[in-house]
């Protein structure tokens, strides 16, 4: 059995936080490790968290996205919560830094705003090159990136990527039972205008839960894991089956920390975490209008 520190270290949230797109999410989960498991972990443990939380503010600047603000904000209010009043201090300092900091830079945008612009045509071919989770990421930075984010031509891309490879339609079928007859047809239909609407349309069932999270507990790894389209990133001996991944709240990244187990709930269960906030749903994003 794995120690809290190293099941922690496998959450992988320092490398998150530096990542504009995991942000919020990494942010989220700390703001549960702190309320919930703080002064149940080892002092050494708890170190390592307290860094990884001022790491958490200093990179706020950096992440211009109203989601990030917004989940920095409730970090603070589980640190003032949780930690004690030496370290709370530290981390209110820091935290107020960072929104001085993030407030300046976004000043200086939009004053730069119009000359750092790139063509549409550059942008959707950078955007060719990600997955679809950071494809409707990129698709929140701004109305630009929105407007390329939506491009036709990349979500064909990844409706093939997602459905029309011979080894995956067989997971899909594992898993959906009766939706895959509808499925395939929509594969071999080739009359498609609208190629995200297609992907949308496909997100039924058991693999919806799957493909609309971006925490999953993989079977194999016997951790929780970033999903790249609902697949573990880690090289297994065997192919990795989409049944394979459980979607995870942050409760339960919490629940795994501690216990080095996981009480897999319903998808019903998982839409939301205990501190009354949805999850972001894939499909859920306000989108801008054009």
Known sequence: MSSALERYQKLGLRDSLQKYYRYPIACKELSFILREAFHQVPKSLQSIIFQDTLLAFRLLPE??????????????????????????????????????????????????????????????????????????????VSRSWNIAANDNHLWQMQYVVLFDNGAKLKHVKAVEGKNYRLLQETVDN????????????????????????????????????WLNNAKCPNVHSAISKIQDIKPVTAFQVVEYLLDDSLSITSSSDSDSDSEGEPVSKLWAYRKFRK
């Open 190 to 225: 080739r009359l498609i205008t609208n190629w995200k609407e297609s992907v949308k349309g496909a997100y039924t069932g058991a693999l919806s839960s799957i493909l609309t999270t971006n925490r999953g507990y993989c079977g194999h790894c016997k951790s929780v894991v």
């Open 63 to 140: 992440i211009e996205t109203k989601s990030a603000v917004s989940a920095a904000q409730f970090l603070l209010q589980n640190v003032e919560a949780t930690l004690p009043n030496r370290k709370k201090n530290v981390a209110v300092t820091e935290f107020k830094h960072a929104m001085v900091s993030h407030k300046r830079r976004s000043k200086a945008h939009l004053v730069e705003k119009g000359s750092l612009q790139l063509p549409q045509d550059i942008l959707v071919h950078v955007f060719s090159f990600l997955n679809m989770k950071s494809l409707v990421s990129a698709g929140l």
